[in-house]
Structures are given as C-alpha cells and as structure tokens.
C-alpha cells in the first residue's frame, strides 16, 4: 500500500515525506543519545557509592581500630547506602510515573509531625557539614495528599539544600497554609543558580555546569522527579535563587 501510494505523491509531497524521515531518524538518534548518556550517568552515580562502601568496610574490618574509628567509618558505609538507596528509589519511580498506573493516593496528616520526622531523618547528614537546619511551622495545618510521595519531594529538596550548601550554614524548611494550599519551602543559603539555567533544572538529567556536578555528586534526576511527583498531585513547584547567595524551592499542593 505504501509503495502504490508513494508513486501518486507529487515532488512537493516528496519532499515533504523525505523530510519526516530525515526528522525521524534524527529523533530517533538523539534518543539513543540521551539514554545511553542517561545509563552512563547512572551507572557512575551508582559506582561512586559502591566504591567508597567497598573501601570503607575493608577499612571498617581492619583489626586493633579504636571504637570511634570503627564508628566513623561505619556512619560513611551507612551515609552511602543511603544515598544508593535514594538514588534508585527515584529511578524506580522515574520508571513507574510513565506507567498509566501511576496515582496517588491522598490522606489528611499534620503538617508539623510530618515535617519534624522528615528532619529527623536528615539531620545526621546535615551534621557532618554542620548546617543547622530549621523547621518553621508556625500554626500547625492539615495537608491532603500522598504522604509517602510528598516525603520524597521533601527529601530531594532537602537533599539538594544540603548538597549545594557551604559548611557551617543554615537551611531552612518552612510550611503554611495558604487558602485551601499547602506551602513547603526548602530555603539553602547555598551556591544558588545561574539566571540562564533556572528554566532547564527540572529536566531529567539536567545538572548546572558539568564541573559543578563532579564536584558535588548527583545525577540530575531528583528535581524531573520531584516536579513529576508536585504534579501528579495537582500541584506547583517554583524557585527563586541568586548564584552565591542561595535558593528557594517552593511547592504549593
Ligand atoms: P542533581 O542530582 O544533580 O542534584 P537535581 O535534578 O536534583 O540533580 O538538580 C538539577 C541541578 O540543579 C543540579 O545539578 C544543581 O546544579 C541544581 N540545583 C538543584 N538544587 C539546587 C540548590 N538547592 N542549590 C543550587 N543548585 C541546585
């Protein structure tokens, strides 16, 4: 069929066809481009932490070390797990958002209990580079949504303060309610973000600066999850942010 109706096309149709093509195949190219940059990006992002957890239980198992040696190199083995672990939650999830089947399922909760069991879990990382973190939840609220999706986006964020902040600073996380909205900020004093690249940090796999991320780890994919994840709830995420002064992510759900 194809073939019969091909010889009825006129040269301009032709022209028209063979450009398709042309497009197509460059798609298609350009795909196979960004998901073996995509593989290779989370194959290191996996090996840094493995790594350093093979080399850290070598050193962990060494014999005649004092208890706090054997302590410290175990926080490092337990700080990477858990960042593996962080890791391939958001690429199962990056995988499953593509599914029909994806939704979420939302509950009334407390902010305030909420968030101070959130910082609980991240303030042992956020100790080793000594930045305080606050919590500011003035007049406690009910949130509806996903709570177990909501702690992700949280995290992230939280992880991403974290990551680009100088030691010996200070974080904020602030919640309020707006309306019938639910406002979490995450507040970092941090490097910040260039102008030009605000607009593209929430695609997967963007990371400002390729020297940037060697420098400071990451994979560009927990901002593409955590705006999936705002979304899926009917929900907004903005930042503001000045280089070298720092940024703030706000999700309004
Ligand atoms: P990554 O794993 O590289 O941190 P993300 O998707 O979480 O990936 O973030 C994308 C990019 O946005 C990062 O590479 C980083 O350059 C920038 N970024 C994200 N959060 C912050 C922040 N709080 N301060 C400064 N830069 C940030």
């Known amino acids: 069929d194809f073939k019969v109706s091909l010889t009825t096309l006129g040269k301009d149709e032709l022209g028209e066809l063979s450009n398709s093509i042309h497009k197509l195949a460059n798609d298609l190219e350009r795909l196979k481009n960004e998901r073996n940059e ?45 960042r593996m672990k962080d890791l391939v939650k958001n690429l199962l999830d990056l995988a499953r958002m593509d599914e029909t089947s994806f939704t979420v399922s939302k509950e009334y909760f407390w902010a305030s209990p909420f968030l101070q069991d959130l910082c609980k879990l991240v303030v042992p990382s956020y100790e080793i580079k000594n930045i305080k973190l606050n919590l500011v939840c003035k007049n406690d609220f009910q949130i509806y949504a996903d709570s177990i999706r909501l702690e992700q986006i949280v995290l992230n ?15 904020t996380l602030e919640a309020y309610k707006q309306g019938d909205q639910a406002v979490i900020s995450v507040i970092d ?54 280089l070298g002064e720092g940024s703030t992510f706000r999700v309004t759900i």
Do not use: C, W
């Not at 194959?43 to 198992?61: Q, R």
């Not at 190199?73 to 797990?81: G, V």
């Not at 940090?201 to 901002?223: A, C, D, H, Q, W």
């Open 38 to 82: 995509f593989l290779a990006s989370i194959a290191h992002e996996l090996s840094t932490p493995l790594t350093y957890l093979i080399g850290y239980s070598k050193v962990a198992m060494r014999k005649g070390l004092s208890e706090e040696e054997r302590e410290h190199y175990l926080e490092i083995i337990a700080e990477e797990s858990n």
């Open 157 to 171: 964020l939280l992880d991403n303060a974290l990551k680009y902040s100088n030691e010996n600073s200070e974080v």
């Open 189 to 242: 004093t941090g490097i910040g973000i260039p102008l030009e690249e605000m607009e593209f940090i929430f695609e997967n796999l963007y990371r400002v600066e390729k020297s940037r991320s060697r420098e400071y780890g990451g994979s560009g994919i927990g901002l593409a999850v955590v705006k999936e994840l705002v979304e899926a709830h009917g929900g907004t995420i903005e930042v503001q942010s000045k």
